[in-house]
């Protein structure tokens, strides 16, 4: 059965009796490149080990399963899993999960699961929890690399650059925690439903403890500051600061922090890049 040939699909659905649900973000690929093109972007091979979420009717899944030694996927909408049966019953090294990756301890299901294999994340993820997903599959800690399919803007603002109107506190967690890459983009009509807006993948390589401490040794205080300078993005970065460290620091001491940074009084924190970001939250550590 071919997944991404509509005909096939609708006649696939219509015999499950299977009805889409614009709440869990379900849209379905009618394009073979697509699952192909990730598929060969995650870095799915021989010794490893791939996590997905959302796998739908399976075209990505049947992907990896040709390319990874093991495929574990975990689908929250019970009216998929008797699809999934049906669509995977030739992918023996292919799991289906029923629940929700947004509850599930993904750092004990991928030790379990992948064994001795190198795990990697790799979906077609569900828009409605992009943001979430995405700081799940990060925080597990556990993957080598993640890569997923998403709607254009989230994708770009991942993979913003300082001063850029996309580059926001989202942008500054994806790049602490890891180096994203922009891959490609997938259009509309690559999808049933066609969602409204255009999808893109990116590939993130996750940072060790090591990388990660080179760029803020402190995440707890350099976290705090990049959100502070990202609440009110079009205050000043003093002003901002102030909003969220006055009672505890005073103007002129926010103001000297900066001025000690070598950055200008009125530069707004959407300029920052990381290493400045770093390097005025361990001016701000002092005194706070």
Same mark, same amino acid.
């Given at each position: 059965?071919? $997944?991404?040939? *509509?005909? @096939?699909?609708?006649?696939?659905?219509?015999?499950?009796? !299977?009805?889409?649900?614009?709440?869990?973000? @379900?849209?379905?690929?009618?394009?073979?490149?697509?699952?192909?093109?990730?598929?060969?972007?995650?870095?799915?091979?021989?010794?490893?080990?791939?996590?997905?979420?959302?796998?739908?009717?399976?075209?990505?899944?049947?992907?990896l399963a040709r390319r990874a030694d093991r495929v574990v996927s975990v689908e929250l909408?019970?009216?998929? $899993?008797?699809?999934?049966? %049906?669509?995977?019953?030739?992918?023996?090294?292919?799991?289906?999960?029923?629940?929700? *990756?947004?509850?599930?301890?993904?750092?004990?299901?991928?030790?379990?699961?992948?064994?001795?294999?190198?795990?990697?994340?790799?979906?077609? $993820?569900?828009?409605? *929890?992009?943001?979430?997903?995405?700081?799940?599959?990060?925080?597990?800690?556990?993957?080598?690399?993640?890569?997923?399919?998403?709607?254009? %803007?989230?994708?770009?603002?991942?993979?913003?650059?300082?001063?850029?109107?996309?580059?926001?506190?989202? &942008?500054?967690?994806?790049?602490?925690?890891?180096?994203? %890459?922009?891959?490609?983009?997938?259009?509309?009509?690559? !999808?049933?439903?066609?969602?409204?807006?255009?999808s893109a993948v990116v590939r993130m390589f996750p940072r060790s403890f090591e990388e990660?401490?080179?760029?803020?040794?402190?995440?707890?205080?350099? !976290?705090?500051?990049?959100?502070?300078? !990202?609440?009110?993005?079009?205050?000043? $970065?003093?002003?901002?600061?102030?909003?969220?460290?006055?009672? @505890?620091? &005073?103007?002129?001491?926010?103001?000297?922090?900066?001025?000690?940074?070598?950055?200008?009084?009125?530069?707004?924190? %959407?300029?920052?890049?990381?290493? @400045?970001?770093?390097?005025?939250?361990?001016?701000?550590?002092?005194?706070?």
């Amino acid at each position: 059965m071919d $997944l991404c040939d *509509i005909h @096939q699909i609708k006649a696939l659905l219509a015999r499950h009796g !299977f009805r889409f649900s614009k709440s869990m973000g @379900q849209n379905f690929l009618i394009a073979d490149w697509v699952p192909r093109d990730i598929a060969a972007a995650s870095g799915a091979g021989p010794g490893t080990g791939a996590l997905e979420v959302g796998p739908g009717i399976g075209p990505l899944t049947r992907e990896l399963a040709r390319r990874a030694d093991r495929v574990v996927s975990v689908e929250l909408d019970r009216a998929l $899993l008797p699809i999934l049966a %049906e669509t995977l019953a030739g992918c023996p090294n292919g799991e289906v999960l029923s629940g929700d *990756i947004l509850k599930t301890d993904i750092s004990a299901l991928v030790g379990e699961k992948f064994a001795e294999l190198n795990p990697i994340a790799c979906a077609n $993820l569900p828009y409605n *929890i992009t943001t979430p997903a995405i700081t799940a599959l990060i925080e597990a800690n556990c993957f080598s690399s993640i890569t997923v399919m998403i709607q254009r %803007e989230v994708a770009k603002r991942i993979c913003a650059a300082p001063g850029t109107a996309d580059y926001g506190a989202f &942008s500054i967690y994806c790049q602490y925690y890891t180096a994203p %890459e922009y891959l490609f983009e997938v259009p509309p009509d690559c !999808f049933i439903p066609a969602p409204k807006v255009t999808s893109a993948v990116v590939r993130m390589f996750p940072r060790s403890f090591e990388e990660r401490e080179a760029l803020a040794s402190d995440p707890a205080c350099f !976290f705090r500051v990049v959100k502070a300078a !990202f609440a009110q993005r079009r205050k000043t $970065l003093l002003n901002a600061l102030a909003a969220s460290f006055g009672p @505890q620091l &005073s103007k002129e001491a926010l103001a000297q922090a900066i001025a000690s940074c070598g950055l200008a009084s009125d530069v707004r924190g %959407e300029r920052l890049s990381i290493p @400045q970001f770093a390097q005025l939250s361990r001016a701000l550590r002092g005194p706070l």
